[in-house]
């Protein structure tokens, strides 16, 4: 019996020791960054990440994949990498190149960019 109170009161002061409740942080906790917008070449970042899109489907957001946001000094910002800019240039081209009146066009032009 006196094994089975010691084993309660090691389990209770170690739930004591580790738990959350019980330990401040120093400074306040970092807000969260993430993309706040769902659509489009312009990739918004900011503490405020959007929770979920629309099934709905624009210009360029294929080109997403390529861009990650992250804090950096402080400020959450949009990483581009290199194959985003490169698939950017190519979506803003399909743009200029097919007629506007005809975005079946420009959407199959779109789906060549990588």
């Known amino acids: 019996m006196r094994r089975r109170i010691n084993l309660y009161l090691r389990l209770l002061l170690s739930f004591v020791v580790i738990s ?17 917008n769902c659509h489009g070449l312009t990739v918004k970042c900011g503490p405020h990440p959007v929770e979920a899109c629309s099934m709905m489907y624009e210009l360029g957001d294929k080109c997403r994949q390529h861009v990650r946001c ?7 910002v949009a990483l581009e990498s290199e194959e985003f800019h490169k698939c950017r240039t190519c979506v803003e081209q399909c ?12 959407f199959s032009c779109e789906a060549e960019c990588k």
Not at 20 to 33: K, L, N, R
Not at 70 to 76: A, L, N, S
């Open 20 to 36: 959350p409740c019980c330990i401040q942080a120093e400074e306040p906790v970092s807000s969260s960054c993430g993309v706040e």
């Open 70 to 76: 992250e804090t950096v000094e402080g400020k959450c």
């Open 95 to 106: 743009r200029k190149k097919e007629s506007p009146d005809d975005p079946a066009k420009v």
